[in-house]
């Protein structure tokens, strides 16, 4: 069964091994979980998956697999007689329940009274004292009380009645779906390069240990600076025209950046790169920042990282002037090969579907400038994308 299992976690493109299984195959022999569904979801899960955008994968995977269990308790009623139910039932009731259960007749009194009201009763009941329901006195039902009587249905306050695995809680972290700002923060912390600055404000715990065993015991705190992510980046935005529909997602983007890069500059441009870009929206023609002037402010060990869909004019980016905005004297390619060589990691973020770039020019025309280092504005793509900055 785990076998199938596995190869059904493989199918959906979860990247399990053998080691995953044999981890699992040992903790079940060491009966860490035992008889209980969801128990079994959750340690399996964190046995078999070491990635959490793969959750909602393990999710469809595990209930195609196990969703037939679901009819086991009928199979034991079937299968297991009655008589030997009773019995075993009995020998684990102390003389105290022994005792309980004969004020109302006797077990099989109790018994056929449940069977008489489930006939009798047609609806739901809540609270009460006869009828079988929830909250009540009654000697059947759930979530009530009653010194001695049948609990009907799953405990409800203890238990979970939904299959976890149907579920789907975890549908967003998957990698090819779109983001949220939690998902983007994930993939932006791949390019990380961390520093030691500033003051003395954190606890070195490997170094206090260290210190206060060659100090005979005595507590000798250690603190150093704390850690900053030292990557720097500049940020560019694509605003207005095709953009439009793609606003909550870049703003998203924009907002998870600013979180996770101290050192981070932006502007905004439209369409395509030319001699300026600004930092404010309502004053774009009046306050602009010349790219050179970015190029000789920055370092060459920024980061550069373009957002925008690359969709437009193919003239717009091969021809002096084709510009949809102001008369641009060079051609967008000229500054574009500008930016790539005073830069030496240069990416293309784009918010289209990857698979449909091959239908517009200027994609096709954006990607060739970049070498294709474009990248899809989903939790894969940025991961891509990240990994190739951080080298």
Same mark, same amino acid.
């Given at each position: 069964m785990l076998i199938n299992f596995f190869q059904g976690l493989r199918d959906v493109g979860v990247p399990v091994t053998s080691r995953e299984l044999l981890d699992l195959v040992h903790g079940l022999q060491q009966k860490i979980v035992f008889a209980n569904m969801d128990d079994f979801y959750y340690f399996s899960r964190a046995c078999m998956v070491k990635d959490e955008k793969y959750f909602d994968r393990f999710d469809r #995977? /595990? =209930?195609?697999? /196990?969703?037939?269990?679901? #009819?086991?308790?009928?199979?034991?009623?079937v299968l297991i007689p009655d008589d030997w139910l009773r019995s075993e039932f009995m020998k684990n009731l102390s003389e105290e329940d022994k005792a309980k259960i004969e004020?109302? *007749?006797? +077990?099989?009194?109790?018994?056929?009274? /449940?069977?008489k009201r489930l006939e009798e009763q047609k609806k739901r009941h809540q609270? *009460?004292?006869?009828?079988i329901g929830t909250g009540g006195t009654s000697p059947? *039902?759930?979530e009530g009380f009653h010194p001695e009587g049948i609990r009907v249905g799953p405990n409800g306050r203890n238990r979970k009645a939904v299959k976890v695995?149907?579920? &789907?809680?975890? $549908?967003?972290?998957?990698?090819?779906?779109?983001? =949220?700002?939690?998902?983007?923060?994930? $993939?932006?912390?791949? +390019?990380? &390069? /961390?520093?030691? @600055?500033?003051? $003395?404000e954190q606890l070195d715990l490997d170094?206090?240990? &260290?210190? @206060? #065993?060659?100090? $005979?015991?005595?507590?000798?705190?250690?603190?150093?600076?704390?850690?900053?992510n030292a990557v720097k980046v500049l940020l560019f935005f694509d605003v207005g025209g095709s953009m439009d529909p793609h606003v909550k997602i870049c703003e998203e983007l924009f907002s998870a950046a600013r979180t996770e890069f101290k050192h981070m500059e932006y502007f905004y441009f439209h369409n395509f790169?030319?001699?300026s870009v600004w930092k404010n929206n309502i004053r774009r023609h009046n306050e602009r920042t010349p790219i050179l002037d970015i190029m000789h402010k920055y370092a060459h060990d920024y980061k550069v990282v373009l957002v925008g869909d690359a969709s437009m004019s193919p003239y717009e980016i091969a021809q002096p002037g084709g510009s949809?905005?102001?008369?641009?004297?060079?051609? =967008?390619?000229?500054?574009?090969? &500008?930016?790539?060589? @005073?830069?030496?990691?240069?990416?293309?973020?784009n918010p289209v579907p990857e698979e449909e770039w091959e239908y517009t020019q200027s994609i096709v025309m954006t990607r060739q400038l970049l070498e294709g280092r474009m990248y899809p504005l989903n939790l894969k793509g940025l991961e891509e994308g990240m990994a190739y900055l951080s080298k």
């Amino acid at each position: 069964m785990l076998i199938n299992f596995f190869q059904g976690l493989r199918d959906v493109g979860v990247p399990v091994t053998s080691r995953e299984l044999l981890d699992l195959v040992h903790g079940l022999q060491q009966k860490i979980v035992f008889a209980n569904m969801d128990d079994f979801y959750y340690f399996s899960r964190a046995c078999m998956v070491k990635d959490e955008k793969y959750f909602d994968r393990f999710d469809r #995977a /595990f =209930g195609l697999h /196990f969703k037939d269990l679901e #009819a086991l308790d009928d199979i034991i009623e079937v299968l297991i007689p009655d008589d030997w139910l009773r019995s075993e039932f009995m020998k684990n009731l102390s003389e105290e329940d022994k005792a309980k259960i004969e004020t109302l *007749g006797g +077990l099989e009194k109790l018994i056929e009274e /449940f069977k008489k009201r489930l006939e009798e009763q047609k609806k739901r009941h809540q609270g *009460g004292n006869k009828w079988i329901g929830t909250g009540g006195t009654s000697p059947f *039902g759930q979530e009530g009380f009653h010194p001695e009587g049948i609990r009907v249905g799953p405990n409800g306050r203890n238990r979970k009645a939904v299959k976890v695995w149907e579920k &789907r809680d975890y $549908a967003n972290l998957d990698d090819s779906v779109e983001l =949220g700002t939690r998902n983007i923060k994930m $993939a932006l912390r791949r +390019l990380r &390069r /961390f520093a030691r @600055t500033g003051a $003395a404000e954190q606890l070195d715990l490997d170094d206090t240990i &260290r210190s @206060t #065993a060659r100090n $005979a015991g005595l507590l000798d705190i250690k603190m150093v600076p704390e850690r900053h992510n030292a990557v720097k980046v500049l940020l560019f935005f694509d605003v207005g025209g095709s953009m439009d529909p793609h606003v909550k997602i870049c703003e998203e983007l924009f907002s998870a950046a600013r979180t996770e890069f101290k050192h981070m500059e932006y502007f905004y441009f439209h369409n395509f790169i030319y001699e300026s870009v600004w930092k404010n929206n309502i004053r774009r023609h009046n306050e602009r920042t010349p790219i050179l002037d970015i190029m000789h402010k920055y370092a060459h060990d920024y980061k550069v990282v373009l957002v925008g869909d690359a969709s437009m004019s193919p003239y717009e980016i091969a021809q002096p002037g084709g510009s949809v905005e102001h008369w641009n004297e060079e051609a =967008g390619e000229v500054w574009m090969r &500008r930016l790539s060589s @005073t830069y030496d990691k240069v990416i293309w973020i784009n918010p289209v579907p990857e698979e449909e770039w091959e239908y517009t020019q200027s994609i096709v025309m954006t990607r060739q400038l970049l070498e294709g280092r474009m990248y899809p504005l989903n939790l894969k793509g940025l991961e891509e994308g990240m990994a190739y900055l951080s080298k």
